[in-house]
């Protein structure tokens, strides 16, 4: 077993539509994030085209600052997919059919899809016989488990859903038994209504008299700021790490969303959850996007009943019952009809909560008394209707994901 001085990790993607922005590169992200959290060093993550000498460079290169490559993508059934030729040559090997993944190619065509199987199809399941087979129970790609000078070189589809499957079943759980790693330690809360630099200033002496073995770290991101101390690999009993995180949360107890590392909407899941009260939402500058936020949590149907996608003004009127005169006199962004689409939504579906969002995202609606990023939220419930406005000033994509985020905020504020 290798010491766990030697667990450093580069990550090479492959795809020249990573290069040229046509797909975001999300693997490595994900990739890092989870190896990350066994214990493993990331020391590069790259991306390079479909092209044969920037493959074998970058394994080349990336193998002089890392025990372990991890690659992804290039492994279809295309002739663009040139990497399990390339490893194959790489490593020496002859492409040889494993029987296990050719059984699977099989399966998934024959059962699964119920469509003809190809010969190029069948070719999934040629792999160089210098590797240790991955099989892919996602799909139709194995994954291949070479070793060359000590190091370590794992490829994988690029497909996430795939890809996915593979490192928490097989790539992690191995590369575990290879190395003696000691998992980094997290403590992660959320922050709302304060900016990164105002939490730098307020935690000044905080972080002038943390251990050297802990670390902080401010993660912003759609006005809210993560806080992440983490215990590096050390002998330093976890206890320390858990007494700074309560001095921590002490501290910026004013601003704290949650002391869990949850997204925004999972914390209004769990706080409504916990209180047993419904939601029901109606948007017009968001556009649904509040809804897919809500709906993307697993058991979501416990607490959201559903809600109206409003944005014409008749619409507001007939499904949210807003007043031809409100829109007449105060516009479709005002105070005044937010918080009577917020009043609508509640008694339509019968829901404890309901909040309501409208607003001017840009780039073109702007009046002279109504600035582009204008945003108005209001929340109801049987106690009463209370409202705010924002303003942002980012893009249409921005500030929509702004506004989805602040009115879940203003909305787990006024949860009682």
Not at 156 to 169: A, D, I, L, N, R
Request: proline residues 3%.
């Amino acid at each position: 077993m290798h010491s766990g001085a030697a667990s450093s990790v580069s990550i090479i993607t492959i795809g020249d539509e990573l290069l040229i922005g046509q797909t975001v590169d999300t693997n490595s992200a994900w990739m890092a994030m989870e190896l990350n959290k066994a214990g493993f060093n990331i020391k590069r993550r790259v991306a390079v085209g479909d092209e044969w000498k920037a493959i074998w460079a970058a394994l080349d290169e990336e193998s002089q600052h890392a025990e372990v490559i991890l690659i992804t993508g290039g492994l279809g059934p295309t002739s663009d997919d040139i990497t399990k030729p390339l490893l194959c040559s790489y490593f020496n090997g002859t492409l040889v059919r494993n029987e296990a993944a050719h059984q699977n190619v099989v399966d998934i065509f024959t059962r699964r899809l119920n469509r003809p199987l190809l010969e190029r199809n069948l070719r999934q399941a040629d792999v160089p016989d210098t590797c240790v087979v991955i099989q892919n129970k996602r799909g139709t790609a194995p994954g291949m488990w070479f070793e060359k000078n000590e190091k370590i070189f794992i490829s994988m589809p690029g497909v996430p859903f795939e890809m996915k499957g593979m490192m928490t079943k097989d790539v992690i759980p191995g590369l575990l038994k290879r190395f003696n790693v000691q998992a980094v330690e997290h403590r992660t809360l959320l922050t709302a209504g304060i900016g990164e630099s105002f939490l730098a200033e307020k935690l000044v002496e905080f972080e002038r008299t943390l251990p050297k073995e802990i670390k902080l770290a401010y993660l912003p991101n759609y006005g809210m700021v993560r806080l992440r101390l983490s215990l590096l690999q050390t002998t330093l009993p976890v206890s320390v790490l858990e007494e700074t995180f309560i001095q921590l949360q002490a501290l910026v107890s004013e601003f704290m969303v949650v002391n869990k590392d949850i997204t925004l909407q999972e914390a209004v899941a769990e706080l409504l959850i916990s209180t047993g009260k419904t939601l029901a939402v109606a948007e017009s500058c968001t556009g649904g996007y509040i809804a897919h936020l809500i709906t993307s949590i697993p058991g979501s149907s416990a607490f959201y009943l559903g809600g109206a996608v409003s944005y014409s003004n008749h619409l507001k009127q007939s499904m949210l019952h807003v007043e031809a005169s409100t829109l007449a006199e105060h516009g479709a962004v005002s105070d005044e009809t937010v918080r009577q689409m917020a009043e609508g939504v509640r008694l339509v579906a019968g829901a404890d909560y309901g909040l309501a969002t409208s607003g001017i995202m840009g780039p073109t609606g702007a009046t002279p008394t109504k600035d582009l990023g204008l945003l108005w939220v209001a929340c109801s419930s049987a106690s009463g209707t209370v409202s705010t406005s924002f303003q942002f000033r980012f893009d249409r994509k921005r500030n929509i994901e702004l506004s989805a985020a602040h009115a879940l905020h203003f909305l787990r504020k006024n949860i009682g």
